[in-house]
């Protein structure tokens, strides 16, 4: 049953009690006519008489009312059991009378004595309670226990369970009242030393006469006796009424509820209380044991794991001083590479500000007498700085995007040829984060080539020679044959028309000859330039279109639209008219005439091949195919591809030639990309 439902049934049972609470306190009101009424009734209604001066457990409260914890202990069981209770208050020794007279029917409240269970029938206790002394403070000091009461005045309503204790002190007087008000009293106006009652009652009154700073209750001075209810000797049915609705009442709670409201917290409650706050004591003892014990193994724990962590810290911190020590060994190291490496090195952040700059480098560009070389004094060179400029057009996340150029710088009244290659760097992500350069003086490298391909030239000129003097004398010897006829048969009309014919045709061919010698022998400087390759290859083609049309020649272009390669415009145009005039002179016999030229870039150059297919070459043929005066043709000059090939190399480029009999050939050409 909840807190609030016993609250409501107890004041439920005051409501109902209330209304059979007697008028007059008095013991004549057994003897009144409504008494007389109401026992004629035929609902049984017993009758129970209490102590009216006993706080707080009978007594007549200021309003009149007959209350404390005995009365409204058996208004409960009257509404437990549904039967009715009237209420008698009179004094203890009144009410015994008028049990033994059968006026009433029990009576609440009694104390246990031997003496009083041979005269009464007791039902099982429901209170249990010691004496205890009430003196006055300033005694206090003086009275202690029962021993110290001797020659003193006690008083008291009637023999108490502490009485014979009390007789076995000397020279005690003793003064009985005949209710504990009138015990009270006698203490109150010094007629008695000590007023002998029950904890609860002293309490009361003091707290009723606002006596509580000069009195002292004085505990644990008596032996504990049990109160209960008394009925009259064989009224077992009122008696086991009683004993039943207490045992009811301790079980369902209702008994300690009411006990609560008038004495708080139950004994049994405050033992359960006491064993709730021992168990949680145990509960939080036990998380503080477990606690400082966890936290003991995981301290070990963590000194063993700080401990290793330190034993692989103090190795990694010495891998790491060994991996430092090496890497400043090979920056060193590597240092010492980049400075005393042959080729210059530069490089740059994003920003184009010069990062780094090796002795090679600053060599190469003057600047070796400076000890801190500035983005300034680099780029004051023109060309270095146009080259510079090319890696704004490298983009993110392209790889093998490389800028080459060869510039001419003049150091120290010297001229010297410089290759420059620009490498952009990258990040992880692919994005662009500056650049390397690199410079290689090709000064020497320059003046060998043009040792050697002067010398080649030499040996090209007496090739050149013998073959000239081949190619001109057979018109030669025709033109001797025609002078030294001329005066035989000058009148002749068929040999002056023959005369007219062949001379200038001989003539025509020695001046052929001649000029090809000329340009193979004394070429011009190429002047290099930016070519956009798609646009220059429609250009070559659109003059030979005619051509191709009048000889039903089928022409392919594919071209990358992107290309852009660096050479000398009109040698390249020389170049591609000879190899698309070879490749016209190949197809003219084959009944399939198909002409391709393709460009694309691969890698840092870009490639631009004539495939046509005609007749095809020879190894033999192909072995010789770039001498001079080494032909195929039967009115070739042998000139031509020789005259190709030096100007593509001049151009830093190189010339190649696939071909199979039969089966067509293709003319490969390599130069720089832009």
Known sequence: MSFITRITLFILCLAAVASHIPSTASASFINSPSYQMNSREEKKVYRIAGEKNLPPFSYIDKNGKFTGFSVELFRSISEEEGIEFQFYPMNFYEAEQALKAGKVDAVMGMKYSAEQSERFQFSESYFTMADVLVVPKE?????????????????????????????????????????????????????????????????????????????????????????????????????????????????????????SQWFGLYPDGRLKEMRNWIIVLIILISCAVAVLIFTYLWNKRLQKEVAKRTTALAEANDQLEIQQRAISEAHAFKTQIIHHMYYGILTFDDSLKLTSINERAKTMLGLKDRKQVETEDVIRQPHIAEIVRHYEDFEDNRDKQIFSEEVELELNRERRFILCRLIPLYEENGKKNGCLLT?????????????????????????????????????????????????????????????????????????????????????????????????FINSVAAIIEPTLKKNHIHLELDIDEKLDIICDPDQLKQVMLNLLLNALDAMEEEPRKHLTIKAEPQGEAGVIQVMDSGIGMDKESVSHIFEPFYTTKPHGVGLGLALCYQWVKENNGDMRVKTEKEKGTTFTVTLPVA
């Open 439 to 535: 410079l290689a003086d090709r000064s020497e490298a320059k003046m060998l080539e043009e040792k050697l391909a002067n010398q080649e030239k030499m040996r090209a000129l007496g090739q050149l020679v013998a073959g000239v003097a081949h190619e001109i004398r057979n018109p030669l010897t025709s033109m001797k044959t025609f002078v030294d006829l001329l005066p035989k048969k000058y009148e002749d009309p068929a040999f002056r028309q023959e005369l007219v014919k062949y001379v200038p045709e001989a003539l025509k061919r020695m001046n052929t000859i001649v000029e090809s010698l000329l340009d193979y022998a004394r070429p011009k400087h190429p002047q290099k330039q930016r070519i956009q390759v798609a646009a």
């Open 139 to 259: 005694a206090t000091e003086d009275i202690k226990n029962l021993t110290d009461l001797r020659e003193k005045t006690i008083v008291m309503q009637e023999e108490p369970a502490s009485f014979d204790l009390l007789l076995n002190v000397r020279r005690v007087e003793f003064q009985l009242a005949l209710n504990p008000r009138d015990a009270f009293n006698f203490l109150l106006i010094k007629r008695a030393d000590a007023f002998l009652t029950n904890k609860w009652t002293a309490e009361f009154y003091l707290k009723q006469s606002g006596e509580q700073a000069n009195y002292q209750i004085l505990e644990h001075i008596g032996v504990p006796s049990d109160f209960a209810a008394v009925v009259r000797p064989g009224e077992t049915k009122l008696l086991s009424l009683i004993n039943d609705s207490l045992v009811k009442m301790q079980t369902n709670g209702d008994y300690q509820l009411l006990y």
